[in-house]
């Protein structure tokens, strides 16, 4: 018949493609079929056997795909196999390399693709909203513990638990935001809202600096303000105010900025995927060049000239950013939102319990049938079925009136498919490695607290007249990673691929480990500096005073701790967004903002319970007001065995866990190898 001759052309024109390699530097053909134009993605040619490969593996998924579709019907087969649901007609149906379905509509040439508005215009709107917005909220955080000792003169361990509980309360509203964005509002809109509320924020947290009313009255001795007035109720109440609207903002802006300006790219043509890519480089490059403004420009001027002027600077640009992302709105591409994917995680639980009392066998022995459709076209990656967590199979298990005539889940509150199972098992993998995260960024999280506060009490001259601002010494650990970084990549991963076999040279979780290991050391070197610092003080005879010490001696304290972020920070973020599937890198993003929330909450916690319980009768807490009188030493070396121990948890979680495994682009699969696989391999090699 007519179909059946329409996909023996679609096949052998698959086949045919091997003919046009060697003469293309790109591959964008089209099959005509019947008056039916097919689209096949446009791959550069690095490789020519690599290509073929993608081809070859793209005439398979053809062939499969118009077998399955003679094969199955709209019910599911018995025996335990995995149920497909019924094909659509055939003139609808498209397969690409990337072995997604879509409509022919829906595929454009890219020749014939015309750019209305987004690019490059638009982007250059967001990235200042987005460069000027951190610029505001990283700005007062460098140097917060600073004015809220010395302008609101509160007690450095009350100092602290307003920036660790502010800094988790940040990281805690961009999971929020990305809800609200996904589900609801779309990304501009939350952008926008967002953007007021860190204007607004900063605003009020200008105003604290401004108006003598809203601060408590200048003390005599603000070098040591010990025995200052401290704020009174609304003093405090408008400063949490102006916070909490720049957590507010942070929510809003921080989620959405990136996947705004990748909507501003059509990925369907050469030059959309080149700017995404470009975009992204663009992105990190204005980050680290707002750590270097925040850390030195703005520090110096809220140290050295005025608090005023230091607040007022981010609120002016802020204000100027607000007018400029309004100012490109002709130009932006607005996605409508599509639903949060932590409906489908909820789906997936609820599902399970509702059926908790059947019976899934530990071998798919095919007395269950299981609902797995052909996955939707913004999944790039099939996960293969295994067999953790077996409880949460249920939840895919087909039974009698959850499928509808035409073979879909007639209430998607009680059947998922086997692909939404395993979404959420790589969650539950991935907790165990997450928690333990936390207490290493437990240990970065006193870079701006405490040691600011050690700061304050040592000789910070740079020569006769410059004197560094205690806030700025967080660019000795900037200078380090822009320094490590590419020794580790141009030097230590390949001696270490040679010796592990490994393509990274280790592994994402012995990177993350390397990183609490440098944590660890952080902190007994940052005790060890403690102690050398306050015997000086006590000393030199004015223990109230500045300590006839360079402030220098903090530098290896700050190095280790930039260490531990290259390897720790980094490998989280790449562990993170490698172990979930393309379209939950959402949730990655998520995870990451949530060990900073656990980090710097998890630091409130522990700094209220050592102030508390440390001290006795006749002798002051380790966290005293007067940081010569209390033991900050001990408080480091306590963060120090915390993590000693969550190293021992750490390495026990990374043995038994397995990489994410599952069918990628073309078939091809992903490297599932555990922990211990590895190390095991590297052995054998060195041997």
């Keep these: 018949d007519k179909a059946s001759n329409r996909e023996k052309v679609c096949v052998l024109c698959a086949h045919s493609l091997h003919l046009s390699i060697i003469s293309c530097g790109y591959l964008d053909f089209f099959i005509n079929c019947k008056k039916r134009k097919v689209r096949i993605e446009s791959y550069n040619i690095n490789s020519t056997p690599k290509f073929v490969a993608r081809i070859s593996e793209y005439s398979k998924i053809l062939e499969m795909?118009?077998?399955?579709?003679?094969?199955?019907?709209?019910?599911?087969?018995?025996?335990?196999?995995f149920s497909k649901s019924p094909p659509p007609p055939p003139e609808m149906d498209v397969v690409d390399l990337h072995n997604r379905k879509s409509s022919p509509d829906s595929i454009l040439d890219a020749e014939k693709v015309k750019k209305k508005h987004g690019g490059w215009k638009a982007i250059s709107f967001i990235l200042a909203n987005e460069t000027l917005e951190r610029l505001g909220t990283i700005g007062l955080l460098s140097n917060f513990m600073v004015y809220l000792t010395r302008v609101f003169h509160l007690q450095q361990v009350d100092a602290s638990n307003v920036i660790n509980i502010w800094s988790g309360f940040t990281n805690l509203t961009p999971l929020v935001g990305a809800f609200i964005s996904d589900a609801y509002i779309g990304r501009f809109k939350t952008i926008a809202f967002a953007s007021f509320a860190t204007l607004f924020g900063l605003i009020t947290l200008t105003l604290t600096a401004s108006l003598p009313q809203l601060h408590p009255a200048s003390c005599s001795n603000n070098n040591n303000p010990i025995n200052c007035a401290g704020p009174n109720k609304l003093q405090i109440g408008i400063l949490l105010l102006g916070l909490g609207f720049l957590s507010i903002g942070s929510g809003g802006i921080r989620p959405c900025s990136i996947p705004f300006g990748v909507d501003q790219f059509d990925q369907r043509t050469e030059e959309g995927i080149k700017g995404v890519a470009s975009f992204f480089n663009w992105y990190y490059m204005t980050f680290t060049v707002v750590l270097l403004i925040t850390q030195t420009v703005v520090v110096y001027i809220q140290d050295q000239v005025s608090w005023i002027i230091g607040f007022g600077v981010p609120t002016g640009l802020m204000a100027c950013a607000v007018v400029m992302f309004f100012a490109g709105m002709k130009l932006y591409v607005c996605v409508k939102p599509e639903g949060s994917i932590f409906s489908g995680i909820a789906q997936v639980v609820v599902a399970a319990r509702k059926k908790r009392k059947l019976k899934v066998p530990a071998e798919d022995d095919g007395s269950v049938t299981y609902y797995d459709p052909p996955v939707k076209a913004s999944v790039l990656s099939k996960l293969h079925h295994c067999n953790q967590f077996r409880f949460l199979d249920k939840a895919a298990v087909i039974i009698e009136g959850d499928l509808t005539s035409d073979g879909v889940p007639a209430n998607k509150w009680r059947l998922c498919s086997i692909q939404e199972v395993e979404e959420v098992k790589c969650l539950i993998r991935v907790v165990?490695?997450?928690?333990?995260?936390?207490?290493?960024?437990?240990?970065?999280?006193?870079?701006?607290?405490?040691?600011?506060?050690?700061?304050?009490?040592?000789?910070?001259?740079?020569?006769?007249?410059?004197?560094?601002?205690?806030?700025?010494?967080?660019?000795i650990s900037l200078l380090t990673i822009g320094v490590f970084l590419p020794l580790y990549d141009r030097v230590l991963v390949p001696f270490f691929s040679r010796i592990t076999g490994h393509k990274s040279g280790i592994t994402l979780l012995q990177r993350i480990g390397t990183g609490i290991v440098f944590a660890i050391l952080s902190m007994i070197v940052a005790g060890l500096v403690e102690r050398v610092r306050r015997k000086r003080s006590i000393a030199s005879g004015d223990p109230t005073g500045i300590t006839p010490m360079s402030v220098f001696w903090l530098s290896p304290q700050l190095i280790l701790m930039g260490l531990c972020e290259a390897f720790n920070i980094i490998g989280q973020i790449e562990f993170f967004n490698s172990q979930f599937p393309e379209h939950m890198r959402s949730i990655a993003n998520a995870l990451f903002s949530l060990s900073f929330a656990g980090s710097s909450y998890l630091s409130s916690l522990i700094v209220t319970v050592v102030h508390k319980f440390s001290g006795g009768r006749n002798r002051p807490d380790w966290l005293n007001k007067d940081l010569n009188a209390g033991k900050l030493d001990y408080f480091y070396y306590l963060i120090a065995v915390l993590g000693v121990f969550n190293l021992v948890y750490f390495w026990y979680c990374a043995q038994g866990y397995r990489y994410k495994s599952g069918s990628l682009m073309g078939g091809f699969e992903e490297d599932n190898k555990s922990f211990s696989d590895v190390e095991m391999s590297s052995k054998k090699q060195l041997k």
């Design 432 to 475: 165990p490695v997450w928690s333990a995260g936390i207490i290493a960024l437990t240990a970065m999280s006193q870079q701006g607290t405490f040691t600011v506060s050690q700061a304050l009490k040592m000789d910070r001259h740079m020569g006769p007249k410059f004197e560094i601002p205690a806030g700025s010494l967080v660019v």
């Design 65 to 81: 795909d118009l077998k399955d579709r003679k094969d199955t019907s709209s019910l599911p087969r018995p025996s335990g196999s």
